[in-house]
């Protein structure tokens, strides 16, 4: 125990292939660990008889053929689509609007308040605020519409998209919006041509991860939407079991498949065209 | 300040963008009122190729356009809209319940009779002919269900909703494996000791549970329906009886003794129990030959183990040779519920009508049309199951001796469940006893607990004296 | 910013107030209390503060957010950023990718994946380790959510760190291996400092989301009988199942209050070692590492 970090110590060279050494057995842990659960999804969809066990399959496409025949499976990536771009819409304009206000703007308590939405944000997002949810967007007149969805789901994680954004805004100097307007430009051209390009990664991460929250939500629009065919897919995919609640695994793993195709390219796009970064945290 | 009243119009200004988009949202799609032409609404936790997808195929492709061309052919222009669901079954009933609550949902909804006692109290749904009217108390249907079947639907003696089906529990049993043990192909045990004699004789088997007897929080209200309460109701006792509860009672160490024997002796798999998927594991091993004996509903029968192409999630191609059914014993003949010498639990779903609907006689016509000869007939075309009418049974019956020795022996001898609010938090206490003698609790300490949980649960007040 | 705050004021501060209100009902969804529910002030809050499920809840919540969220979405988030950060190639690619994917996938088809990998009959691990017949979901459920908990939200303290690590000057790091600093040296006295901001941003969002997340639910369902069932399946067991919408609304208000108290300890902590340590350190680059160069 005492002689062999010495000895390991004495020779940098054995030191270091020892660390490269545990460094890449530790990289394979990491690819195996994330890499094994995922080989179902990759496999099962392709399988003529899918279990739960991984196995290579026989070959063969007919359970996307039963996804197709589904009165409401294609319907339900749509609707998914429509509900999903919305709320990252309604939370990248007003979280980039609210978080460069919040950034600028100085009144007391501003940290205090953002914290406390923060908190608050986790009640509504849990299953007990569901009936006040329910009975406000019924309220409004809004039951059996994507709108409700997308202005629940945004009213929840705004905060935590402001929280993230906010980051971005105290890091851009104000020295160029000065300038900026030296120069006479309006506040929403020193929005447009000064702020987003600057905070572009943290909003494209925001985009990603609310789309992550939104795609995968069953509990909202199952309760606010009625018509069955405006239900998007995380709802549609609660459907795929049988009268005793037993998986019907050909459908369920060609649809898990596909719906989780479209957030993993938005996911690698997004990345590959803005990158993503972080500033430095919470500033205390 | 200027901050502040700019917030203020803001806010303003986006409520009334809301209210206005609302008021667009509401204005279409609803398209009555004018011209006489109506829409209908279904609702019901089944969907085309999904969850109970025989009853959605059913309604969407027979129902519907029978019924338009019908209400057509009358001069009435009704269009009739069919929202599926595919849910489990307490998030539908979350959703249903809010829609009722604030006054919208479908015309019809299909609803489980336990719930009935519930809604009722919650004047979500009222008494049928209060909703649709005096068609109601003159429809031809009821004389063709028995007191007992509607009972399933009905709450303090009045009927809320026309119930789909019916159903009754029985005690299956692989004749290969009883051959084996030496036991007789034509079983019938008459007191639970003879069922453990034979679980015991099966035990020698090599990788056959001897018994399955549903148990513990895992497989929910399976464990209740299919385990403790037909168990329970072979004591004589019932868990609700003259507007109290019982808690700890002789009957229920009694029941839970029987757990304790069953699991404590290894004749049952007390890890199945608690496995999420554990009732269907139970019913693909029943396929497979590994359990000797189980308690299930005739359900297990037409639907799990089904020979027929895509039906069954455990068909079994030689179901009619290999699977053997009995009545449950009580503990000791005549020691049942009301003396009886075996025993069942009954549930069943069934069909209500929405009070605020808009049109309500005109959807106590769809629903009794619904649930007309002609519509069964129908309904069980592609599988057979006990209807809830006589005259149709009476004919699809014939052809299933299973189902027609449920609807025959085992549908007069079935207790119900309460229909009270409190019923599924009591059925998690029953439930939560059983597993803690499966987990080696004694009978006595589980039943205590449990009194005390029920306590906690309908108040003190509510609860039998010295039971 | 208006707004924003009015869509917050309206579908979250509007609800979560409400939600505060019927905690201090009996209020259900059905039945006689749906119609008429009675207000029972604090009554919810000592039924729920003397029932040992609620403690156990906790309990398990507690170890569910310290090992699966701080300790373990944290550190390995950090390590697989730390590893990755002077790699390229696909072996990068693949690393981010499989974790990623991980995080983006649909919590739905997620907790199947793991229910598949672990099934007691036919599942890959147990096919794998040649344990045939282990229930690893009913024999280790408080694991099976911490690990499966681990597997999806790695990535997002993966993606936090990465760019943090990167915004760490190089000319420090440059400096301190120069004047001899070993990996753990160089990580305590640069890279650390640098990036405590982003180690509190992690550490706080981390805690409230593992804190609030409902997706253990979806594979083991709290069981068996309880035995992983945290504060936020605690909730839903009690109010959609059992009924009491009252009581699950109470506990909600319970539990952002141990979001609070928590929140507030990383703020004091953060603010008490940014005012010392941060002159420390100056002090300590300024004369120890800095210097040489």
């Not at chain 2, 183990?305 to 191609?317: H, K, L, Q, R, W």
């Not at chain 3, 609070?260 to 100056?282: E, N």
Request: charged share 15%; aromatic share 10%; glycine share 10%.
């Amino acid at each position: 125990m005492s002689e062999m970090p010495a000895r390991l110590a004495a020779t940098p060279r054995v030191r270091h292939f020892v660390s490269r050494v545990l460094m890449v057995i530790g990289l394979a842990l990491v690819v195996v660990f994330f890499g094994l659960p995922l080989l179902w999804l990759v496999t099962a969809p392709f399988d003529s008889v899918p279990t739960l066990a991984v196995s290579w399959p026989e070959w063969t496409l007919s359970s996307f053929a039963a996804i197709g025949e589904n009165r409401y499976a294609v319907g339900s990536f749509v609707n998914s689509a429509i509900i999903g771009v919305g709320t990252c819409a309604v939370v990248l304009v007003l979280g980039a609007f609210a978080s460069y206000a919040l950034s600028r703007v100085r009144i007391p308590g501003r940290d205090g308040l953002l914290y406390a939405l923060l908190l608050l944000s986790s009640i509504v997002t849990g299953t007990a605020a569901m009936v006040p949810t329910f009975q406000l967007v019924n309220l409004l007149g809004l039951i059996d519409t994507h709108l409700a969805v997308v202005l629940v789901i945004s009213g929840g994680t705004l905060p935590t998209v402001i929280f993230i954004l906010k980051d971005f805004m105290d890091s851009i100097p104000k020295s160029y919006e000065e300038s900026a307007r030296l120069y006479g430009a309006r506040p929403w051209q020193i929005l447009r041509d000064v702020v987003v390009p600057i905070s572009r990664p943290g909003l494209a991460f925001v985009a990603v991860w609310t789309l992550v929250q939104v795609w995968g939500n069953f509990l909202v629009p199952y309760l606010l939407i009625r018509r069955t065919e405006q239900q998007p897919a995380a709802v549609l995919m609660y459907t795929f079991y049988t009268e005793s609640g037993q998986a019907d695994l050909r459908l369920l793993s060609a649809f898990a498949l596909i719906f989780s195709i479209p957030i993993i390219v938005m996911y690698f796009l997004v990345n590959r065209r803005y990158g993503f970064r972080f500033h430095g945290g919470i500033k205390s | 300040m200027v901050t502040r009243r700019r917030i203020l119009t803001a806010t303003l200004a986006s409520v009334t963008t809301l209210s206005l988009v609302a008021a667009c949202g509401s204005g279409e799609g609803e398209g009555e009122g004018d011209g006489g032409a109506v829409t209908l609404t279904i609702t019901a936790n089944a969907i085309s190729g999904g969850k109970n997808a025989a009853e959605a195929d059913w309604i969407r492709d027979w129902v519907i356009p029978e019924f338009e061309a019908a209400q057509a052919e009358a001069g009435n222009d009704v269009t009739v809209e069919f929202l599926e669901e595919g849910v489990d079954d307490e998030d539908y009933k979350t959703k249903i319940a809010l829609d009722l609550q604030s006054g919208e949902g479908a015309d019809i909804i299909g609803i489980d009779g336990i719930w009935v006692g519930e809604f009722a109290e919650a004047g979500y749904i009222a008494p049928l002919s209060e909703v649709g009217g005096d068609a109601v108390e003159s429809w031809e249907g009821w004389d063709q269900m028995s007191e007992a079947v509607q009972s399933a639907m009905s709450f303090e003696d009045q009927r809320y909703g026309v119930p789909q089906g019916a159903d009754g529990r029985v005690l299956y049993y692989n004749k290969e494996l009883f051959a084996q043990a030496g036991l007789p192909e034509d079983w019938q045990p008459t007191s639970w000791d003879e069922v453990l004699e034979a679980a015991r004789s099966l035990s020698s088997l090599d990788g056959v549970v001897p018994i399955q007897l549903n148990a513990g929080t895992a497989m929910g209200e399976a464990t209740t329906m299919q385990g403790l309460l037909p168990v329970l109701a072979g004591t004589g006792q019932e868990v609700y009886s003259e507007g109290m509860w019982n808690g700890d009672t002789q009957g229920l160490r009694d029941a839970l003794g029987l757990y304790a024997t069953i699991y404590g002796e290894e004749l049952g798999d007390p890890i199945l129990q608690q496995e999420a998927a554990g009732r269907d594991n139970s019913f693909a091993q029943f396929a497979a030959g590994e359990i000797g004996i189980l308690l299930e509903g005739d359900y297990f029968w037409r639907s799990v183990i089904n020979p027929d192409e895509s039906i069954g999630t455990a068909p079994m191609a030689n179901r009619d040779e290999v699977v053997g059914y009995t009545l449950i014993p009580a503990q000791s003949p005549g020691s049942g519920v009301e003396g009886r010498d075996f025993v069942s639990m009954g549930g069943g779903t069934g069909r209500v009508l929405n009070p605020n609907s808009e049109h309500p006689e005109l959807a106590w016509e769809l629903l009794a049309f619904m649930n007309s000869a002609e519509a069964y007939t129908e309904r069980v075309a592609g599988t057979v199951s006990i209807t809830p009418r006589d005259d149709v049974n009476a004919e699809v019956l014939a052809s299933d001796p299973m189902l027609t020795f449920v609807s025959e022996n085992v549908l007069p001898i079935n207790s119900y469940r309460p229909g009270l609010a409190e019923y599924p938090q009591v059925s998690v206490a029953l439930q939560e006893a059983t597993a803690a003698v499966v987990d080696g609790t004694s009978p006595e300490d589980a039943a205590a607990a449990y009194e005390e949980a029920l306590i906690g649960i309908v108040g003190e007040e509510n609860v039998a004296a010295g039971s | 910013m208006a707004p924003a705050l009015a869509l917050i004021g309206l579908f979250l501060v509007f609800p979560a107030l409400w939600t505060i209100y019927l905690g201090m009902t009996d209020y259900r969804l059905t039945g006689l209390q749906a119609v008429d529910p009675s207000f029972v002030g604090l009554d919810n809050y000592g039924r729920i503060l003397g029932d040992p499920a609620f403690w156990r809840s906790l309990r398990l919540t507690l170890v569910f957010v310290l090992v699966s969220g701080i300790i373990g979405q944290s550190l390995l988030g950090f390590a697989i950023a730390w590893a990755l950060r002077r790699l390229t190639g696909w072996l990068k690619s693949l690393i981010e990718t499989l974790v990623l994917a991980a995080w983006v996938i649909p919590a739905s088809v997620s907790s199947f994946l793991w229910i598949a990998l672990l099934d007691r009959r036919g599942g890959t691990l147990n096919e794998i380790l040649g344990t045939e017949g282990t229930a690893w979901l009913i024999e280790h459920p408080m694991a099976a959510i911490i690990i499966f908990n681990v597997w999806v939200g790695t990535a997002f303290s993966m993606l936090l760190f990465s760019s943090a690590l990167a915004a760490v000057p190089p000319s420090q790091l440059e400096s301190a291996r120069m004047a001899g600093a070993g990996g753990w040296q160089q990580l305590r006295d640069v890279v650390i400092p640098n990036i405590r901001g982003h180690i509190l941003t992690n550490t706080l969002l981390i805690t409230l989301w593992t804190f609030n997340t409902f997706t253990p639910y979806l594979v083991t369902a709290g069981g068996p009988n309880g035995a992983s069932e945290i504060l936020a399946v605690y909730i839903y067991n009690t109010a959609i199942p059992g009924g009491q919408l009252g009581v699950g609304a109470a506990i909600s208000l319970i539990m952002l209050l141990i979001n609070l108290v928590i929140a507030l300890g990383y703020l004091r902590v953060g603010r008490a070692r940014q005012a010392k340590p941060a002159d420390a350190t100056a002090a300590e680059t300024a004369g120890g590492v800095v210097k040489p160069s």
